[in-house]
DNA sequence: CCGGGGCTTTGATCTAGATCAAACCGACGC
DNA sequence: GCGTCGGTTTGATCTAGATCAAAGCCCCGG
């Protein structure tokens, strides 16, 4: 079909449901024909999920994929005692699962009310295996999470908890809209003790560490989740 | 050439260099076609590096990929102020290097005596542009690594010192060499103050730890680097 | 045989962040 | 309007691990 050949000029047989998708531009669906998108649109279903839901359970078998939409995913590991550290967030339109493996090493759970394109295993574990640029597309995104995730030791395992805490907003502030490069004003899609499992302290400190930065006028918090940043720079100088 | 199919059952093709290698084995070049391998042994060199050689600095481009071949890499990332984290560990067979881009994130040092096998990045590229089994492998590495990372951020983050220090000891026991599962005995690839700067402590916290192992009859240590594991279930008990 | 330089161990003290405890705040159901 | 409940803040105290300090050990070179 000639018009594969143009698949962004318009999109008129993109379906309906893609056409304004995060992941259409951004995410993994950006690399595939339109009539690859209409094939795998006929498998997979957009779920709504409040937040605290289980996405997917450590060592559990998960039978589908997903796209995160819209909302925050968090990733997270537990030790037999109940220690528990969040290894990852995953924001749209970020690909969501462990490819190549039944099971996930990772608990998977709704940080705020998200939505989910989701695929199922065997669906896109075959369009992968017919489209080598969807699975370099998957690599891109698993090479960015190794980077994220080897910044993130470094602060987990070097920094002090007020630049932990500091190096947390600035890494939402980058994220959480994929529209913006630096936002300015956001609200926290974590609690303190989530944040507290992100950055390996105790919900305590993190609460200290954020009302000095309120004391230090780097941020205001109004109603305990939304921050605004006065100045990014210092923020960022923060983050050591 | 009918030989092709039947690769697994000799390697009379194979380049002599690569016969007994790891990464023929276990490694990204198991994926390769005889005809392939030997094309691509006329690009690449085996090189000698001593411990502590710098082989690939943060923000700097990066000439060549390589496999480990013998010994092992330490990744590291510095702040401004010179706190160390070390961000990963390569043994053999791992591939070496951060594909997709022209600059590395982290900083790539020989922790012993290396042996590596350098592969020019364009003629790697090529290579997995042509051959989607490559990218593949390579994926498949790419995302154990992640799941490596991502499990080395909850020792950061939520264990004890001496949890700490019995995790890397059992890493290394289930690393290092690569015909091994568990190995009972073996050689410290880094001094106490590297492996510090894989746990997020000081030397003397490491130090001490491993002083306490030894009291305890988990372990005994020779020269420094050279430990015997004593009880491997006791051990694995202490990473927590 | 002696001296110096890495690396490591061990000891004494200090402190960032944990832990324990109490109060606060806003939302919600009754 | 009032109690209660999840999440948060703030304060007092405690402790794991950092920091500071001093030997010790091993290897190498003279």
């Known amino acids: 079909m000639a018009m594969d050949t143009r698949k962004d000029i318009h999109n008129s047989e993109v379906p309906v449901l893609c056409q304004s998708c995060e992941a259409r531009h951004n995410g993994m669906c ?36 997903a796209n995160v939409m819209r909302g925050v995913v968090k990733l997270t590991k537990t030790l037999e005692d109940g220690r528990q550290q969040i290894v990852g ?9 462990r490819l190549f493996t039944q099971s996930s090493a ?23 295996a017919e489209n080598p640029a969807l699975e370099h ?11 994220e995730a080897r910044d993130w030791m470094v602060t987990l395992g070097r920094k002090t908890a007020a630049e932990k805490v500091a190096s947390f907003l600035y890494l939402i502030a ?18 303190r003790a989530d944040i507290a499992d992100f ?3 105790t919900l305590e400190t993190v609460s200290r560490q954020l009302s000095k930065l309120r004391a230090d006028q ?4 109004a109603n305990n989740r939304h921050v605004d940043v006065f100045d990014m720079a210092r923020l960022k100088k923060r983050c050591g």
């Open 218 to 221: 780097v941020i205001a918090i």
């Open 89 to 97: 967030l995953q924001f749209a339109p970020d690909f969501l699962g």
């Open 137 to 147: 597309r998957l690599m891109q995104q698993t090479l960015r999470e190794l980077d």
């Open 199 to 201: 950055l390996g302290l």
């Open 174 to 191: 980058t994220h959480l809209d994929p529209s913006k490069e630096e936002a300015r004003h956001f609200d926290l899609p974590l609690t």
């Open 106 to 128: 990772v608990t998977a759970q709704a940080a705020s009310d998200v939505e989910l394109c989701r695929v199922p295993r065997a669906a896109l574990e075959r369009l992968i």
């Open 30 to 65: 950006g690399v595939l024909e339109p009539s690859e998108l209409v094939a795998l649109s006929k498998a997979t279903r957009v779920v709504k999920q409040p937040a605290g839901a289980e996405l997917a359970a450590e060592a559990e078998p998960v039978a589908s994929y």
